[in-house]
């Protein structure tokens, strides 16, 4: 493995990424140790006391989607950065070379989807050629198809609310009695079941499948909404501190009120399956103004903060494929192979995010301090580049 050496990165680019991978274990832990619906109905496991619930009033309001939302912009911003630099290298076929970059990922996301339900990196995987198609036109058209992807699920939830009961029961009438007659699974007569209900153990086909567009959507959508802020320079940090204030003010002024109503929509009426899609509309369309601004404070920070914090976030970021493996392969060591009946609360798994943090953020540093590339980045990458060839050989 090569011995670290100075490079020309988008530090920018580094600390955001660093901050939405720590940022996603908050949710994912969810998913490692309580019940699949805990993470989609707060209600239904790991609520016990007040503490409980200021974790889900915290998370939902300012973590929910929007550390995966950050992590998205970056990927699309990483797909356009990536061709970039293998047209200065003059490489052959950068674009086959990105679609072969993004085959790798998927192949290393089916492993991961493997250990653990959750994984990402299939749907970056698949959005990518769509980003690579899109890229060049107009930015602003893919700020406008960014926008429309990601609010692709609100449009799914008023046609899929009506299809459950109000006990999560699907109604199998109309074109739902076609889809069970036409799919003869079990899993197409079921509800809402397992994502909502922490004592069903099987998924319904059709809340499933609405969960898998709502994730492509938003996936893809900020991919695209990545490609324009980084054709803008937007991303990049090449803009004055007043102008990534006013992105952090507007985005949170607009996001947190609505996230906020979302939230106490769902408590108020104790996330009843009558709600279960509808609820969460207004959370999505917080989604994307929070998103944003974070990036304005994030931007922000990173000309800020001090160096030595700066230095360890961006290491982190840098190593954010290895990061994100490495806390599913050690929490499902942990919470399946060595307590796999221990069962915590969700003020309890804080305690336990930020044990990993603290691992990740300390040993980011000292790995990049040694190799230029974290471990799995090394991988990714000696495949990527196994038959690259450049213009001249």
Not at 118 to 139: E, H
Not at 197 to 208: I, N, S, Y
Not at 281 to 303: D, E, F, K, M, S
Request: positive net charge; hydrophobic residues 50%.
């Amino acid at each position: 493995m090569e011995q670290n050496q100075n490079i020309d990165r988008i530090t920018n680019l580094d600390f955001i990424r660093g901050i939405a991978v720590l940022g996603i274990l908050i949710m994912n832990a969810i998913s490692f140790v309580l019940p699949k619906s805990a993470y989609y109905n707060p209600s239904s496991a790991g609520t016990d006391n007040i503490l409980d619930w200021i974790f889900v009033a915290l998370s939902q309001i300012f973590v929910a989607e929007k550390m995966m939302g950050l992590f998205s912009l970056l990927f699309g911003a990483s797909i356009v950065l990536f061709i970039e630099s293998q047209k200065r290298r003059d490489r052959r076929h950068p674009h086959i070379l990105s679609i072969w970059r993004n085959v790798i990922l998927l192949i290393i996301g089916s492993i991961h989807a493997s250990i653990w339900f959750g994984d990402v990196l299939i749907i970056y995987a698949l959005c990518a050629p769509v980003v690579l198609l899109l890229y060049r036109m107009n930015r602003y058209f893919n700020l406008i198809l960014g926008v429309l992807f990601i609010n692709l699920s609100i449009i799914f939830a008023i046609i899929f609310q009506p299809i459950f009961d109000a006990q999560g029961n699907l109604i199998i009438t109309g074109w739902v009695k076609d889809f069970v007659l036409s799919s003869q699974s079990e899993a197409s007569k079921i509800g809402l079941g397992e994502l909502w209900f922490a004592d069903k153990t099987m998924t319904g086909e059709l809340f499933g499948s609405y969960i898998v567009i709502d994730a492509f959507g938003r996936a893809l959508g900020m991919m695209l909404i990545g490609v324009f802020l980084y054709r803008s320079n937007i991303l990049q940090g090449s803009y004055s501190n007043s102008f990534y204030k006013k992105m952090a003010i507007a985005g949170f002024t607009i996001g947190i009120p609505l996230a906020t109503y979302s939230l106490i929509w769902g408590i108020t009426k104790d996330y009843s399956p009558s709600i279960a899609l509808i609820h969460a509309n207004p959370h999505r369309i917080a989604n994307l103004p929070l998103v944003l601004g974070y990036v304005g404070l994030l931007t922000i920070l990173n000309t800020k903060l001090p160096l030595q914090y700066l230095t360890r976030i961006r290491s982190v970021g840098k190593m954010a494929l290895t990061n994100y493996l490495t806390q599913t392969l050690i929490s499902t060591v942990i919470f399946t192979i060595i307590f796999s009946n221990l069962i915590l609360s969700r003020s309890e798994l804080i305690l336990y995010v930020i044990v990993i943090w603290t691992l990740q953020i300390y040993w980011s540093k000292y790995w990049l301090d040694h190799f230029q590339y974290g471990p799995f980045e090394w991988i990714w990458r000696k495949l990527t580049y196994i038959n690259a060839k450049e213009k001249n050989t």
